[in-house]
């Protein structure tokens, strides 16, 4: 676009020869003095990092080396990125905030990039949690846009510590676009409100942690676990009487399954329908959809799920609409996820058959 030509204007007075030289020359020295000095601490901090302790090369960025006294930078070694479940965590993490973001039209990328500065951060807590945050909605100012994560981690921190969960991250690590401390915060928000995605589990990575000691940077390796177990991550609040058998009565248990199969068969076997395994023959959702049924005495109409499920979505949608007709039935909510059902997790089948074994074992 061609701009209006401008007016010539006064000229500056123009300086003496020896000032305008010793100025330039002042200038240079210091620039010059301010580059060395930033190439110093930037071989400093290559050189700790690739002492003969270290298991690989990494890649040092300008900024990572610019630390106050006693500050620490942690990176993730590179080789870890390159794990194929390191992968898939932070691809499911990605496409699980896109989902719960499709309708705010926001789409992220790479978490570093695009959670940093709060704005993502603020409207999934917002989705998951059906609340309001009270902050600037676009802010371009560093102080801005720590005040902003502050006032998001801070919610996230009400909601998270009652339970228990370890807080593995604050506003200078997200905002300084940590990694680790990204994951930390999804993977607790994605357990703690029971996200309907399928973590992989025992994600651990090499970190390397630099730290600046009277001038010095010193490097140090540690492994950070990212994500244990399911059962871990999603019930390690919620342990129940199947926790107990599980991990301590595993005869007592044969006979609950024992009894449960007997309890299933008696009512599907009207349909000609009989239970062996329970852990796979509920997996699909058909055999809970019929059984809900038949213990409550109506016709489920075919249209409502998949009789042969194919994928694993039409798996969930079966057992989901389960768990609905449980709820229409005065059942509590099941503690137990859909996705926890289709993927052949035992004792969260067991959890659902005996609530309904609990209210319905004398129906006939």
């Known amino acids: 676009m061609s701009s209006a030509p401008r007016s010539p204007g006064p000229r500056p007075p123009r300086m003496k020869k020896d000032e305008s030289f010793l100025g330039k020359l002042g200038g240079t020295l210091a620039r010059k003095k301010k580059a060395r000095e930033v190439s110093d601490l930037q071989e400093e901090g ?5 002492s003969p302790m270290a298991p690989a090369l990494v890649d040092i960025q300008p900024e990572d080396t610019l630390l106050e006294e006693n500050e620490e930078r942690r990176m993730i070694d590179p080789t870890s990125k390159e794990d194929p479940k390191f992968k898939e965590l932070v691809k499911v993490l ?11 039209r926001i789409i992220v990328k790479q978490l570093e ?10 409207k999934l807590l917002e989705k998951l949690a059906h609340c309001k945050l009270h902050v600037a909605e676009v802010t371009q100012s560093e102080i801005g846009q720590k005040q902003k994560l502050q006032t998001v981690l801070d919610a996230v921190q009400e909601l998270l510590r009652p339970h228990g969960w370890p807080l593995q991250w604050n506003v200078d690590s997200i905002h300084g676009k940590s990694l680790v401390a990204i994951l930390h915060l999804l993977v607790s928000l994605a357990a703690h409100f029971r996200a309907p995605i399928r973590l992989p589990e025992h994600v651990s990575v090499q970190v390397v942690v630099v730290r600046k000691r009277e001038g010095l940077l010193h490097s140090s390796h540690i492994t ?23 991990d301590h009565a595993p005869d007592k248990l044969n006979l609950v399954k024992k009894s449960l199969i007997t309890f299933v068969n008696t009512h599907l076997n009207k ?8 852990e796979t023959q509920f997996a699909d959702g058909v055999y809970l959809v019929l059984l809900m049924g038949l213990l409550e005495d109506y016709f489920v109409p075919l249209h409502n799920f998949y009789l042969t499920p194919e994928s694993f979505d039409q ?11 449980m709820l229409d039935g005065g059942l509590a909510k099941p503690k137990a996820r859909p996705e926890d059902v289709v993927n052949l997790d035992l004792k969260s089948t067991l959890r659902v058959l005996y609530n309904l ?7 006939e």
Not at 46 to 50: E, F, G, H, T
Not at 271 to 278: A, G, I, Q
């Open 357 to 363: 074994f609990t209210k319905y074992k004398n129906v």
């Open 46 to 50: 290559k050189n700790a990092i690739n």
């Open 224 to 246: 950070e676990e990212l994500t244990t177990t399911t059962e871990m991550m999603v019930g390690r609040f919620e342990r129940d009487a199947f926790d107990t058998l599980f």
């Open 315 to 325: 798996k969930v949608h079966n057992v989901a609409f389960a768990f609905e007709l």
């Open 113 to 122: 990039e695009d959670l940093y500065d709060g704005q993502v951060l603020q």
């Open 271 to 278: 349909l000609n329908l009989e239970v062996t395994d329970l």
């Open 94 to 104: 990605i496409d699980w905030i896109n989902e719960v973001l499709v309708e705010e």
